[in-house]
């Protein structure tokens, strides 16, 4: 039988206003990054055998 979830914390102080600004301003990503995303996405729709 499955374990229950826990709860999950909430974030306070320092740790949820720097979580705040990494939401805020995520980290660009270069366009060798999104080729390599887009061709291992092409991989696996390419072997999965469900129709999309």
Same mark, same amino acid.
């Given at each position: 039988?499955?374990?229950?979830?826990?709860? !999950?914390? @909430?974030?306070?102080?320092?740790?949820?206003?720097?979580?705040? !600004?990494?939401?805020?301003?995520?980290?660009?990503? #270069?366009? @060798?990054?999104?080729?390599?995303a887009r061709k291992a996405y092409e991989?696996?729709?390419?072997?999965?055998? #469900?129709?999309?």
């Amino acid at each position: 039988m499955a374990r229950p979830i826990k709860e !999950t914390p @909430e974030l306070r102080g320092n740790d949820a206003v720097r979580f705040a !600004t990494l939401i805020a301003n995520p980290k660009p990503v #270069s366009e @060798e990054e999104k080729e390599r995303a887009r061709k291992a996405y092409e991989l696996m729709k390419s072997i999965s055998n #469900s129709q999309w």
